[in-house]
């Protein structure tokens, strides 16, 4: 065995890592880059090594970089986590030469599947089921455009070496293909080094349905169940869970089955997962095999009880599998969501800064036999960079049945406090109350689009969520009136004497509250029902947590100007306490008119100008490309949302932009 490996990541993987390491005996070594010299991976290892600037192209993708650390640790063995060189044969190659271990795959395997062309022509020949498509090199615009009609629209485009949503385009017709298959190109260049790109039938309907392989070196291969991983955002998952509430156990033995053949087609071991699509009649194909570990590996983790990176150490330093396929247990329902820095609220643009605050659920098993899990790679204070992926942390949940996990997920959501930036817990904790989810039998890859056309805009109040706000709003106040009341020097003497009637606006409703009790244990009267709350908050508390009527609730604090802001169950609500009669006279207030920023196109979220499409004096039609804006490996195309004439130009390509910046001006 190892006594010394050095992962060549960053993040919560690479803390994942550590900690099984560390559980195995094992040393670790962690890299980082300049903006990374804080991380908590580098904090969290035996030894760290600085290996470059902060962009990924400067540190974490040069493999000599990687190797000269291994050399000058000791490291025996590499971890690659998943992204950056985790799935590069030449990466492979190298360090076979230089004498280091790889935890992972034989190079052959890698480049096999690691190519999505290549990769199908291997799936073909193993007998995998596979997606109509074009799994040559094409040459250009005009032979996207001939392929595409050729196999019939829709058509998804994707980047030959792509991976996590990036270098994809949906085409629904010729024109999107001529418009999106040049950007397509940039992506996979900008994030893999490789502009090939392939294009394939669209399943309509899909579900996204992935195995989980391990295999060792003495040729035994498993497969652990699958993952449902339906709910995605522009082809970047969001929700996994294991298993699915869609797969039969004869469709779960047939995927595992060929899963098994492609994988030892290749002379495959160590983990790796085998993705398909799958239609409504439970009929599926093969859309592409990572070999490396999965972001949401933890669910088959928790249903299976097996560490999959254990495994993954164990397998690279020659052990054999201490399992057969009959030992792969299945045992619950796991579900994992991705915490993210970015604003739902407003078309999911990224969000970067300082975590003010970043106070998680507890971790472990609660009083309900449920089980949270966090796997991340930040703590309080740390920075979110422009240079890597956004995530937070990945929050984990396991119960006895997928209802368990449902709930569990979404207490722990409203357990998450994160202050300084834009953050998704509000969409996630939505997806986790949505009727359709909780159903589960008709989720697709189509989930978010259809039932959020218009955008995020919160969570719809149930009546107990109203209950529970409106109580809470009451607390909060008479616990900082209480306070106010002990402040020395007031004219009055003690401060003002109010009554038991207050008036609670709730996001503009009105609700007429009694409130009684003291500090820990309050008696509320609303629309004639009484709420007894037990709860510890003090003014200056972030989270009120506590109970109604013997419900647990948590519910997320902010001062925002006159109002509070209280958060949970997938929205955010700005509540105040009111006297009667001040109530009433709220009622005649004239309310605040935003400015009309119609006339300016603003950049959405921080990012760099990739081109301007149009000139000072152009007329625009609505929906008319005006700009490109890339933020976090992303190009995101800017349009017109109605006609008009551009006035002034105000940004150019290669500018840095700031969220709102002015990018041009309309006339008026």
């Not at 007998?127 to 094409?138: D, K, L, Q, T």
């Not at 418009?179 to 669209?202: H, P, T």
């Not at 809470?472 to 004219?491: K, M, P, S, Y």
Request: net charge negative.
């Amino acid at each position: 065995m190892f006594t010394k490996i050095l992962i060549a990541n960053r993040g919560e993987i690479a803390c994942r890592v550590i900690r099984t390491a560390r559980a195995m005996g094992i040393k670790t070594v962690a890299v980082y880059s300049d903006a990374d010299a804080q991380a908590l991976h580098v904090s969290e290892a035996d030894e760290a090594v600085h290996i470059g600037a902060a962009p990924a192209a400067e540190s974490y993708l040069i493999a000599d970089k990687i190797i000269a650390a291994c050399k000058a640790t000791g490291a025996e063995a590499v971890h690659p986590g998943y992204g950056f060189l985790s799935e590069r044969a030449s990466f492979v190659e190298a360090l076979s030469a230089a004498g280091i271990a790889f935890i992972g795959p034989p190079a052959p395997a890698i480049a096999a599947m690691g190519d999505k062309i290549e990769s199908k022509r291997r799936a073909k020949a193993a007998g995998v089921s596979v997606v109509p498509g074009f799994v040559g090199e094409i040459t250009g615009t005009d032979h996207a455009v001939e392929i595409a009609g050729g196999i019939g629209y829709p058509v998804m485009m994707k980047a030959s070496a792509g991976g996590g949503g990036k270098g994809m385009r949906l085409a629904w017709s010729e024109a999107d293909v001529r418009e999106g298959f040049d950007s397509v190109r940039r992506e996979a260049l900008a994030s893999f080094g490789d502009d090939r790109v392939f294009i394939e039938k669209f399943v309509e309907q899909p579900r996204h349905i992935e195995i989980q392989l391990i295999g060792d070196q003495q040729g035994n291969i498993l497969y652990l169940n699958e993952r449902d991983c339906s709910i995605q955002r522009r082809h970047q998952k969001v929700v996994e869970e294991a298993p699915s509430p869609f797969v039969t156990p004869e469709m779960r033995k047939a995927m595992g089955e060929q899963a098994v053949a492609l994988a030892r087609n290749v002379g495959y071991f160590s983990a790796g997962t085998v993705e398909f699509i799958a239609g409504a009649d439970r009929s599926f194909y093969f859309l592409e095999m990572n070999t490396r570990l999965q972001v949401e590996h933890p669910v088959t983790e928790c249903i299976t009880g097996l560490d999959l990176v254990e495994l993954m150490i164990r397998v690279a330093a020659g052990e054999p599998l201490p399992l057969t396929q009959a030992d792969v247990q299945l045992n619950g329902h796991a579900i994992e969501t991705r915490v993210y820095a970015e604003d739902p609220y407003r078309g999911f643009l990224p969000s970067i800064g300082r975590l003010s605050r970043c106070q998680p659920p507890e971790a472990g098993p609660d009083e309900e036999g449920r089980l949270i899990r966090i796997d991340t790679g930040v703590v309080e204070g740390a920075e979110i960079s422009m240079f890597y992926d956004p995530m937070i942390a990945k929050l984990i949940t396991w119960g006895p049945t997928r209802a368990d996990a449902i709930a569990a997920q979404a207490d722990a959501l409203d357990s998450y406090l994160i202050k300084g930036i834009n953050h998704n817990i509000d969409f996630l904790a939505a997806i986790m109350q949505h009727d359709r989810f909780k159903a589960g039998s008709n989720v697709t890859t189509g989930f978010i689009a259809e039932e959020y056309p218009d955008g995020f805009h919160g969570a719809p109040v149930a009546p107990e969520t109203r209950d529970a706000l409106v109580a809470a709003a009451a607390i909060i106040h008479a616990e900082t009136v209480a306070r106010e009341q002990l402040i020395d020097g007031q004219l009055s003497g003690g401060g003002a004497i109010y009554g038991i009637n207050w008036v609670v606006d709730l996001d503009g409703e009105q609700v007429q509250v009694e409130v009684t009790g003291e500090a820990g244990s309050h008696e509320i009267f609303i629309d004639g029902r009484d709420l007894i709350v037990q709860s510890g908050w003090r003014v200056g508390d972030s989270l009120f947590t506590g109970t109604i009527n013997g419900n647990a609730i948590a519910i997320s604090v902010a001062r925002k100007g006159s109002f509070t802001l209280l958060t949970t169950r997938g929205a955010a609500h700005k509540a105040r306490v009111l006297t009667p009669r001040a109530a009433e006279l709220a009622r005649h207030m004239i309310a605040k008119v935003p400015p009309d920023m119609s006339k300016y196109l603003l950049c959405p979220m921080p990012g760099l100008v990739v081109s301007i499409a149009v000139a000072e004096g152009d007329k625009v039609e609505a929906g008319q490309q005006l700009a490109t804006v890339e933020a976090m490996k992303m190009e995101n195309i800017l349009r017109a949302e109605k006609a008009g004439v551009v006035a002034k130009l105000l940004a150019k390509a290669g500018d840095s932009l700031a969220v709102d910046a002015v990018i041009m001006e309309f006339e008026g």
